[in-house]
């Protein structure tokens, strides 16, 4: 094989490489870091409800992410010691652009008092990029009725998070949801390492360059 070929083959490899250690860097756990971006379920707040949650009822609460992407939201609930029936529709909405990012569906009848409504949003979706925005909750009920439906609960302190409003069929509440909302962000330490690996790939990149340059002048010395 000529040895001009052989070089571009080379270079080939190493632009390969590069995008292959860029798609892997960008997709592991370890390069995020999570973090508590809004706690509103510290037992030092005065704690209220909201419901009793029926198929009419729609509740709203509204947060701005602070951190690249959420990670998890925690509600939580009070069934009454009872048996409940019916389904918990919970979405994760972009306020601005009013698009659905998420929907959890819950079947009540498996809520417990003694336990949050945790849920996972899946950060390696194509929406990586959620820093500054403001997004809500917005939790409706379905075959869901009174003497078989839960509520939430709230706190009522003043909130000293941005962008954090509760409404209820669009009447404005005092206080927030009791929750809890992670998100995540990029680790700058191993960012740091990710630009040295891409920094030393280029610069194997163009010493491989400048050597095929030089055996190909050398091979045409050669020929001459």
Same mark, same amino acid.
């Given at each position: 094989?000529?040895?001009?070929?052989? @070089?571009?083959?080379?270079?080939?490899?190493?632009?390969?490489?590069?995008?292959?250690?860029?798609?892997?860097?960008?997709?592991?756990?370890?390069?995020?870091?999570?973090?508590?971006?809004?706690?509103?379920?510290?037992?030092?707040? =005065?704690?209220d409800s909201v419901g009793l949650i029926t198929k009419e009822t729609v509740i709203i609460q509204t947060f701005l992410c602070?951190?690249?992407?959420?990670?998890?939201?925690?509600?939580?609930?009070?069934?009454?010691?009872?048996?409940?029936? @019916?389904?918990?529709?919970?979405?994760?909405?972009?306020? +601005?652009?009013?698009?659905?990012?998420?929907?959890? =569906?819950?079947?009540?009848? +498996?809520?417990?008092?003694?336990?949050?409504?945790?849920?996972?949003?899946?950060?390696?979706?194509?929406y990586d990029d959620m820093k500054g925005r403001t997004y809500k909750i917005i939790i409706s009920g379905e075959n869901l009725?009174?003497?078989?439906?839960?509520?939430?609960?709230?706190?009522?302190?003043?909130?000293?998070?941005?962008?954090?409003?509760?409404?209820?069929? @669009?009447?404005?509440?005092?206080?927030?949801? +009791?929750?809890?909302?992670? @998100?995540?962000?990029?680790?700058?330490?191993?960012?740091?390492?990710?630009?040295?690996?891409?920094?030393?790939?280029?610069?194997?990149? =163009?010493?491989?360059w400048k050597l095929c340059i030089s055996i190909s002048r050398r091979n045409r010395e050669i020929k001459i």
């Open positions: 094989m000529d040895t001009t070929k052989k @070089g571009y083959i080379i270079i080939a490899l190493i632009v390969l490489l590069i995008m292959v250690v860029d798609l892997c860097i960008s997709n592991i756990p370890y390069a995020y870091a999570e973090t508590t971006m809004i706690d509103l379920a510290s037992d030092m707040f =005065e704690v602070t951190e690249n992407m959420i990670n998890g939201i925690a509600l939580y609930p009070s069934n009454y010691g009872r048996l409940n029936e @019916g389904e918990l529709n919970i979405q994760l909405v972009d306020q +601005k652009s009013d698009t659905l990012l998420k929907m959890w =569906e819950y079947d009540v009848s +498996k809520i417990s008092s003694d336990q949050a409504i945790i849920l996972m949003y899946d950060f390696y979706d194509k009725g009174e003497g078989t439906t839960l509520t939430l609960y709230k706190n009522m302190s003043n909130s000293e998070y941005d962008n954090c409003e509760l409404w209820v069929d @669009g009447i404005a509440q005092d206080g927030n949801l +009791k929750c809890k909302i992670n @998100g995540v962000s990029n680790k700058v330490n191993f960012r740091m390492v990710q630009i040295l690996i891409y920094l030393y790939l280029l610069i194997v990149l =163009e010493v491989a």
